[in-house]
Each structure stands twice: as structure tokens, then as C-alpha cells.
């Protein structure tokens, strides 16, 4: 497969035949969250747009538009554009829509990926209830140290940073920023693409960041 399986661009034959083939699905859950003065708010649904459609492409497995909101923590700062949903707004959603694909489509595994670590954002995420199964994978979560010279980089989001940096780098705002991630061991490995790897390593081995909840 040289091209992802996006569910918004198939025909309605096209998806039928993809996704009883495979029985899983692909669900990017973005945010709409301020990640540094020199990122775009839709840093987090950038990055995961990207990683879906590579994974798609990779496993055959379609993917379904992005989530675009997330959940915020009360600690989170915020800024004119900037908007959340409710914990349990989130799990409403994300329980309609996959029972929609489960009971229409015939999907058995739903994989969620994530890139906010929000306590609220990640329980909505993990108590989704399913028939079949549902892995979230937290990207963040993943250890870096290998793909990482200078581990302490001082770059307000460094990580997002760094993968928007290979993902969409006209999109970052920062001259100086740019030049000091490029320079850096984040500038010079493919962060989507190490994770794609790290996720086929470790999910061998059941050390993958993530959670899964079996049907109910």
C-alpha cells in the first residue's frame, strides 16, 4: 500500500471492501490547545493527521477523519482560539462513532492515537466502551532517549516541535527555534517514522504506550 486508506475520500464500495478486510479502523483524536507562541494551535492534529496516514499506508488499515478537540486539564494555558471539550463529551463521541463503524462497518479493533497527556483527555480515551477492541496509543508516551543527543533541550514543546518540524515546518513560526531543533538530533532523525517503528517493536513485546480495553 503506497497511499492511506482515508474514509472521507472512498467510495462507499471502496471503504465496504477495505474495512471487511481489514476490521479495524484508525482514529486520530487531535486538540485545539496552545502548545508554544510558535506552533499552531492544531499543533497535536497535525502531527497525528500525518502518523494516521502513514500507518494507513503502511497497513492497509483505513482511517477515519481526525477528532479535533480534545480535553484540557485545568492547568492548561489558554489563548484566543483555543477550545475543549468535556470529558465526558469526548467519550460520548468517541463511543457514537465507533459503535457507528462496529455495527455498520463490522469493525472489530479501533486504534486511537493520541499526542495529550491530560489526565481527563486520556480517561475519556482509555473507558471508551466497544464491542470490539480499542488500543490507545499515546505518542508522547513513547521513551525518545534513543532519538534524542540533546534530551534537554530548552524549546517550549520541544517534542511537537520537532515532529511538525519534519511533519509541516513552514507551519513553525520561530526562526531561531527551527534552527536550534535542526541542529539538534531532533532536526536530523524522522520522529513519525522512529515511532512507527518503535510502535511495531513494542507492540510485540506489549511495551507499547498504550491502552486497550476489550469489548464490553
Not at 25 to 35: C, D, S
Not at 64 to 77: E, K, N, S, T, Y
Request: charged share 25%; hydrophobic share 45%; proline share 6%.
Amino acid at each position: 500500500m503506497t497511499h492511506p486508506l482515508r474514509l472521507e475520500c472512498l467510495q462507499p464500495g471502496f471503504a465496504q471492501e477495505h474495512l471487511e478486510r481489514t476490521r479495524r479502523l484508525i482514529i486520530p483524536a487531535g486538540t485545539l490547545e496552545l502548545r508554544g507562541s510558535h506552533l499552531p494551535l492544531g499543533a497535536d492534529t497535525i502531527i497525528l493527521e500525518r502518523l494516521a496516514d502513514d500507518l494507513s499506508a503502511r497497513t492497509g488499515i483505513p482511517r477515519a477523519p481526525a477528532i479535533p478537540f480534545g480535553v484540557h486539564a485545568r492547568r492548561d494555558q489558554t489563548a484566543a482560539g483555543v477550545a475543549a471539550l468535556t470529558r465526558k463529551t469526548l467519550h460520548r463521541v468517541m463511543n457514537e462513532l465507533i459503535a457507528a463503524w462496529e455495527e455498520g462497518a463490522g469493525v472489530r479493533e479501533t486504534i486511537v492515537l493520541t499526542a495529550h497527556a491530560a489526565e481527563p483527555h486520556l480517561e475519556a480515551l482509555a473507558t471508551i466502551r466497544a464491542q470490539g477492541t480499542v488500543r490507545v496509543v499515546d505518542i508522547l508516551g513513547f521513551d525518545f532517549s534513543a532519538a534524542i543527543s540533546e534530551p534537554n533541550l530548552l524549546v517550549t514543546g520541544a517534542l511537537e516541535t520537532s515532529l511538525l518540524l519534519y511533519v509541516a515546518p513552514d507551519l513553525i513560526k520561530d526562526a531561531e527555534t527551527v534552527a536550534r531543533l535542526a541542529a539538534s538530533q531532533y532536526g536530523k532523525v524522522k520522529p513519525v517514522v522512529w515511532i512507527l517503528e518503535v510502535d511495531h517493536r513494542e507492540s510485540h513485546s506489549g511495551a507499547a504506550p498504550l491502552h486497550k480495553r476489550a469489548g464490553r
